[in-house]
C-alpha cells in the first residue's frame, strides 16, 4: 500500500530552525512535494524534489533520499507567519499526488 | 506564477439542495483538474480526476451521482454537490496542472467551505 508517514505536531522557537521529516511508501515513484498549508486555506506550493540531495530556496530547503524514502523539509529563521501545516506529498508512478495529514508546526516568540 | 480561482469561497445551504463550485485556471489551460475534499485536522482526501471532454474518474467511495464533475472547457471544471446534507459540510479544494505535464506543481484554488444546515 501507499503510505505516508510525518509527525502529527512540532513545536518551535521564532528565529530558530527546525526540520520536518517524512518518510513514504508508494506504488512507483515520480517526485515530492512539500505543501504548506494554514488554516482553514488551500495548499502553497513550497518545493519539489525529484533527485536525491538538498534543494534550497531561501529560508526553505528540502533534502530527498530515494532510495531510503526519506525526505525533510528544512525551515531557517523561523517567523510567527510560518505556523502552518507542512505537507509531504509523493508522486506516484501514476503521477498522483499521495497525501498524508501533514505536520502541524507551532511557533512560539 | 500560475493562479487558479475557486468560487466561492463559502457557501451556507439548506440541506436538500445542491451546490456548484467552480475552478478556473487563470492563465494555463488544465487539461487534467483534482478536485480534493478535507475536513478538520484531516489530510486532503482526492475525489475525483476531471478530465477535459471525457468523465471524471472517481477515487473509490466517492458517490459519482453525488459529486457531479463537468470539465467542459480547459480553464473550468465544476463539482456540484447534489442533494448536500450536513455531512457532506466540508472543505473543497480543487488543483490543476498545466495540459501536457505529467509533472510540476500544482496549483490550487482557495477553496471552498460548504456548511449545510
Known amino acids: 500500500g501507499q503510505n505516508i508517514d510525518q509527525p502529527t505536531e512540532m513545536t518551535a522557537t521564532e528565529g530558530a530552525i527546525v526540520q520536518i521529516n517524512c518518510t513514504y511508501q508508494t506504488s512507483g515513484f515520480n517526485g515530492l512535494f512539500w505543501y504548506q498549508q494554514h488554516a482553514g486555506e488551500a495548499p502553497t506550493f513550497l518545493s519539489y524534489n525529484v533527485l536525491d540531495g538538498l534543494e534550497e530556496k531561501g529560508r526553505f530547503s528540502s533534502f530527498l533520499s530515494r532510495s531510503k524514502g526519506y525526505s525533510y523539509l528544512l525551515l531557517k529563521e523561523l517567523q510567527m507567519k510560518d505556523s502552518a501545516s507542512y505537507l509531504c506529498a509523493p508522486m506516484d508512478s501514476n503521477y498522483q499526488l499521495i497525501w498524508g495529514a501533514g505536520t502541524k508546526l507551532i511557533i512560539k516568540p | 506564477g500560475a493562479v487558479v480561482s475557486q468560487h466561492p469561497s463559502w457557501v451556507i445551504c439548506k440541506s436538500g439542495t445542491s451546490v456548484k463550485i467552480e475552478c478556473r485556471s487563470l492563465d494555463f489551460q488544465a487539461t487534467t483538474m483534482f478536485w480534493y475534499r478535507q475536513f478538520p485536522k484531516q489530510s486532503l482526501m482526492l475525489m475525483a480526476t476531471s478530465n477535459e471532454g471525457s468523465k471524471a474518474t472517481y477515487e473509490q467511495g466517492v458517490e459519482k451521482d453525488k459529486f457531479l464533475i463537468n470539465h467542459a472547457s480547459l480553464t473550468l471544471s465544476t463539482l456540484t454537490v447534489t442533494s448536500a446534507h450536513p455531512e457532506d459540510s466540508s472543505f473543497y479544494i480543487c488543483?490543476?496542472?498545466?495540459?501536457?505535464?505529467?509533472?510540476?506543481?500544482?496549483?490550487f484554488g482557495e477553496g471552498s467551505r460548504l456548511t449545510v444546515l
Open positions: 488543483s490543476a496542472r498545466a495540459s501536457g505535464l505529467d509533472t510540476g506543481e500544482l496549483f
